[in-house]
């Protein structure tokens, strides 16, 4: 389960990526635990047998399986949960905080790619590189750290087939079996080495394999055996252990090994991403500052926030309106909460399997396992052989054949790892640009002799201000919660993009340049000035401004039965007098009211 960001956030709630990583790292673990138990006892027994020091050599291989065994069971249960914590994945570019303006690193190629629609690729070079993706041409769409992988794997593989065609040739040149046992010797150990050493940096290493390295290969190759015979006299004798014969088991298993990565990586590899992208273009003209644009375009990314998760921000900048007239520029670049793609919401032993991205990732730990066993089996005959009493110094095969084995099985589990941490998601992108001139200008509304009520207001009058809209929905890859995310498609969003142009286009010419009172004691205030203004300015009673405004007047504190005449005459309109049966302008009866 991921991150719970709240209650109701239950989109980031995803499935642990590595649960079928964790299996074999587990059954990996419970091999070398049980085989490191298995000859600790077996190093016991040869203690009470009394065989001398060759005791001690059990004792060191149960400890050595042992502690591997609780490794790979320490990297298992370090990844039984897996969290997408506040702010992971990582963003595209640099986030700015709530109330900081600008952009930061990252923001100038983000905005690049989305102005263009085009996602930019680091292009390939040598000529290893040039034959890969000659061989393999859709490998130039896949994510940049899937063609380092790639890349590194067509190295190795070509580099061990390099070696174990050195080692077939240099065999047919051998003159003696001592010569014949450090050859085996050396091409056994720059193997290891081989499998090794690209781990060592993780999934950007590489093994290279240039044209002065493949000259030094074909090289060795050749002479490798004139060389070994040369100095073979000031050499120790190995007693008999000929590794010849396991260095090539070992490349051919090696062989293998990069194949199966290799297909595993070319599987992860999908059709040519669609890189559009929907812009809208609109010119606006406002009587307002033009940072109200960004005042509603805020209002509106916080509605469309994911999970009530705040968006990602990129790239902020304000209009400034400094002095009587000027240009301005402001823009806003958010993305939404990065959210995992619907095929990542299944991960298990049968989804693995039917998947062509996990089935082979799914073998190639099956073989970490596999080359985990073969070695365990070949360090328990060896302090099998040791407790029995049988010190030959050929029993050091044994230990030879099993780091061979070990090695394999280092490089497939960690290998696949890179691959298991793969993460793709789905995200909305939105930038807004907006470029204009402006003008201060000063209004008044209201005749200055006949109207009573007049307003006036400083506006900033925009004309013909370009707006610019750009939406998309972004597939975005990462490999693993700390490292860097690519965007790896794009897809215009052209009705989205063409509704936020016409709301912020409607806000803007809604923008009022009038001033007006909205507030109801205002609104009470002015209405009984209307009221007075009616009486030219003569005082009133307070029953006959309310009455002027359209209220009831109060009730009196004693109502009485007679009936009391109207505030102002019916027949001309003006004021009567308190207790008058007729109007003293016309003469009109109140009496009847």
Not at 258 to 272: D, K, N, S, T, W
Not at 409 to 438: K, N
Not at 517 to 539: C, H, Y
Request: charged share 15%.
């Amino acid at each position: 389960m991921a991150y719970e960001y709240g209650s109701s956030a239950k989109g980031l709630d995803f499935p642990n990526p590595f649960r079928v990583e964790n299996v074999f790292r587990f059954i990996a673990a419970a091999i070398l635990i049980g085989g490191g138990l298995i000859a600790l006892f077996q190093g016991r027994a040869g203690l009470y047998a009394h065989i001398g020091g060759w005791a001690l050599a059990p004792i060191i291989v149960g400890v050595a399986m042992f502690a591997a065994g609780i490794q790979h069971a320490a990297v298992g249960l370090s990844r039984l949960r897996f969290f997408f914590g506040r702010g992971k994945p990582a963003g595209l570019a640099g986030e700015l905080a709530d109330a900081q303006l600008g952009e930061l690193a990252g923001a100038v190629a983000l905005k690049s790619t989305i102005r263009g629609g085009a996602i930019s690729v680091d292009e390939p070079t040598g000529a290893l590189n040039g034959l890969l993706y000659s061989l393999v041409r859709s490998l130039i769409w896949a994510p940049q750290r899937i063609q380092w992988v790639a890349q590194r794997l067509f190295r190795t593989g070509l580099t061990l087939a390099v070696v174990l065609l050195g080692l077939l040739v240099s065999l047919l040149g051998v003159l003696s079996e001592k010569d014949m046992a450090w050859l085996g010797l050396f091409f056994f150990i720059y193997t290891a080495a081989l499998l090794l050493k690209p781990l060592e940096s993780g999934s950007q290493a590489s093994t290279h394999l240039g044209s002065a390295g493949l000259i030094v290969l074909v090289l060795v190759a050749i002479l490798a055996p004139v060389l070994i015979h040369t100095i073979s006299p000031a050499l120790p004798n190995l007693g008999g252990i000929d590794l010849s014969g396991q260095a090539l088991f070992l490349l051919l298993c090696a062989l293998i090994s990069v194949l199966v990565f290799f297909v595993a990586v070319l599987r992860q590899m999908v059709a040519p991403p669609q890189t559009t992208m929907a812009c809208e273009l609109a010119t606006v003209s406002m009587n307002a500052p033009p940072n109200q644009i960004l005042v509603e375009l805020d209002r509106e990314m916080q509605r469309n926030w994911i999970e009530q998760i705040p968006n990602r921000r990129y790239a902020r900048y304000v209009p400034q309106t400094v002095g009587d007239n000027g240009t301005f520029h402001g823009e806003l670049l958010e993305e939404t909460q990065p959210m995992p793609r619907e095929d990542m919401r299944t991960v298990s032993f049968s989804h693995a399997l039917a998947e062509p991205r996990y089935r082979w990732l799914t073998v190639l730990s099956a073989l970490g396992v596999l080359y985990t066993v073969a070695g365990s089996i070949a360090l328990l005959l060896f302090t099998h052989q040791v407790t029995m009493g049988e010190l030959a110094p050929t029993l050091w095969k044994y230990v030879c054949y099993a780091g061979g084995m070990f090695s394999l099985a280092l490089f497939c589990l960690r290998a696949g790892h890179i691959l298991w941490a793969r993460f793709d998601f789905v995200s909305l992108m939105t930038w807004v640009e907006i470029d204009g001139s402006f003008q201060r200008a000063h209004t008044a509304v209201g005749a200055p002799f006949t109207d009573r009520v007049r307003t006036e207001k400083d506006i900033v009058s925009v004309n013909d201000m370009t707006l610019r809209v750009w939406v998309a929905e972004v597939d975005s890859v990462t490999f693993g919660s700390e490292s860097e995310r690519r965007i790896v498609g794009l897809r215009g969003l052209t009705d989205r993009a063409s509704a936020l142009r016409k709301q912020l286009e409607n806000f803007a010419a809604d923008q009022s340049s009038v001033d007006m009172p909205t507030s109801r004691r205002d609104v009470e205030k002015i209405a009984a000035l209307g009221a007075m203004n009616q009486f030219g300015g003569r005082p009133a009673s307070p029953d006959a401004l309310l009455k002027a405004m359209g209220g009831a007047p109060a009730p009196t504190s004693a109502p009485t039965d007679a009936p009391k005449p109207p505030a102002f005459c019916p027949h001309c309109g003006v004021a009567t007098s308190v207790g008058a049966r007729f109007c003293a302008s016309c003469g009109h009866s109140l009496g009847a009211m």
